[in-house]
């Protein structure tokens, strides 16, 4: 249907760009200014070649990333299920005979026993809370202060921060190269990454940096003046770009540079989860199991 639009709206006298810019819902700012590109420079076929590769490396680099992560995701998931159940099912039943034995429990018993308590006679309580709680979270991300102090939060996590920068940077370098190289000038390509880079605090810096970049301050400089979003690495291939007249060509290795960093970042990071969610788990096993057992252990040795 929308391509039915598309070609109704060229058959009336609208370019591709401008009738692609009409629903955005399907094709991101980047698509539409590098069509507008391509139909400005007569350079559409290039263009839309360009922008097939990058889809199928963005597509590729993404499914890696979200592979890896796939087995961490289910053992906590996993976790999660298990430990509701032994709230709403296990813990109740053997509260009642410990009860009818009169004994004095421990205080991991207890714990679990009023956890489980609550989770079973509150649970409209404890939902509402959950549902509030994200609710509210979803509302304070809605706004500018709130988006900008969770992306902050979100780069300053161990191990996750790192990682999420670098995924970030990936994608911001790799679409600031395909916009330069398909001859969208600079301001207009800076304007484009900042509101699809997805996080507020490289947006702001790309912002700011298009303002000085404006004034005639060459690109690596500006984005130098804010290390806590760009690396020095960064800029100092991107001075050489610069000075050489080649920046689309600096950018696309910068980007295939951070691709390979951020792959083996995951697969470190992928390595490292495995062993401790292992851990994890089996301290959380360990509790239930001492919680349980202690009681048991403690009623048959009194006989």
């Given at each position: 249907?929308i391509?039915?639009?598309?070609?109704?709206?060229?058959e009336?006298?609208?370019?591709?760009?401008?009738?692609m810019?009409?629903?955005?819902?399907?094709?991101?700012?980047?698509?539409?200014?590098?069509?507008?590109a391509?139909?400005?420079?007569?350079?559409?076929?290039?263009?839309?070649t360009?922008?097939a590769?990058?889809?199928?490396?963005?597509?590729?680099?993404?499914?890696?990333?979200k592979?890896?992560?796939?087995?961490p995701?289910?053992?906590?998931?996993?976790?999660?299920?298990?430990a509701?159940?032994?709230?709403?099912?296990?813990?109740?039943?053997?509260?009642?005979i410990?009860?009818?034995?009169?004994?004095?429990?421990?205080?991991?018993?207890?714990?679990?026993?009023?956890?489980?308590?609550?989770?079973?006679?509150?649970?409209?309580?404890?939902?509402?809370?959950?549902?509030?709680?994200?609710?509210?979270?979803?509302?304070f991300?809605?706004?500018?202060?709130?988006?900008r102090?969770?992306d902050?939060?979100?780069?300053?996590?161990?191990?996750i921060?790192?990682?999420?920068?670098?995924?970030?940077?990936?994608?911001?370098?790799?679409?600031?190269?395909?916009?330069?190289?398909?001859?969208?000038?600079?301001?207009e390509?800076l304007?484009?990454?900042?509101?699809?880079?997805?996080?507020?605090?490289?947006a702001?810096?790309?912002?700011?940096?298009?303002?000085?970049?404006?004034?005639?301050?060459?690109l690596?400089?500006?984005?130098?003046?804010?290390p806590e979003?760009?690396?020095?690495?960064?800029?100092?291939?991107?001075?050489?770009?610069?000075?050489?007249?080649?920046?689309?060509?600096?950018?696309?290795?910068?980007s295939h540079?951070?691709?390979v960093?951020?792959?083996?970042?995951?697969?470190?990071?992928?390595?490292?989860?495995?062993?401790?969610?292992?851990?994890?788990?089996?301290?959380?096993?360990?509790?239930?199991?001492?919680?349980?057992?202690?009681?048991?252990?403690?009623?048959?040795?009194?006989?």
């Amino acid at each position: 249907d929308i391509i039915e639009q598309l070609r109704l709206d060229v058959e009336g006298g609208s370019s591709l760009a401008s009738s692609m810019e009409k629903h955005s819902a399907v094709f991101s700012p980047v698509y539409v200014a590098l069509i507008r590109a391509g139909e400005t420079g007569g350079l559409l076929d290039v263009v839309l070649t360009r922008l097939a590769d990058n889809l199928e490396r963005q597509r590729e680099f993404q499914g890696k990333v979200k592979g890896v992560l796939i087995y961490p995701a289910i053992v906590i998931i996993g976790m999660v299920i298990v430990a509701t159940i032994m709230m709403i099912f296990v813990v109740p039943r053997l509260s009642q005979i410990y009860k009818e034995f009169n004994t004095q429990l421990p205080l991991m018993t207890r714990v679990l026993i009023a956890v489980s308590n609550i989770v079973v006679n509150f649970w409209y309580v404890v939902l509402l809370l959950l549902i509030g709680l994200l609710w509210g979270f979803s509302l304070f991300r809605r706004t500018p202060f709130g988006k900008r102090k969770i992306d902050e939060l979100s780069l300053r996590l161990p191990i996750i921060g790192p990682l999420s920068r670098q995924i970030m940077l990936t994608e911001f370098v790799r679409i600031l190269g395909l916009l330069v190289g398909a001859g969208v000038p600079i301001l207009e390509s800076l304007g484009v990454v900042s509101r699809v880079v997805g996080n507020e605090v490289v947006a702001g810096a790309v912002r700011d940096a298009s303002k000085e970049v404006e004034k005639g301050f060459p690109l690596a400089w500006a984005l130098g003046q804010r290390p806590e979003a760009f690396p020095p690495m960064m800029t100092r291939m991107l001075a050489v770009g610069e000075e050489t007249g080649k920046l689309d060509e600096i950018l696309g290795k910068v980007s295939h540079i951070f691709e390979v960093d951020s792959e083996q970042q995951v697969r470190t990071l992928t390595a490292a989860i495995e062993p401790i969610i292992m851990v994890v788990l089996g301290v959380g096993v360990g509790l239930l199991v001492i919680g349980i057992i202690m009681p048991i252990y403690n009623l048959t040795s009194q006989f």
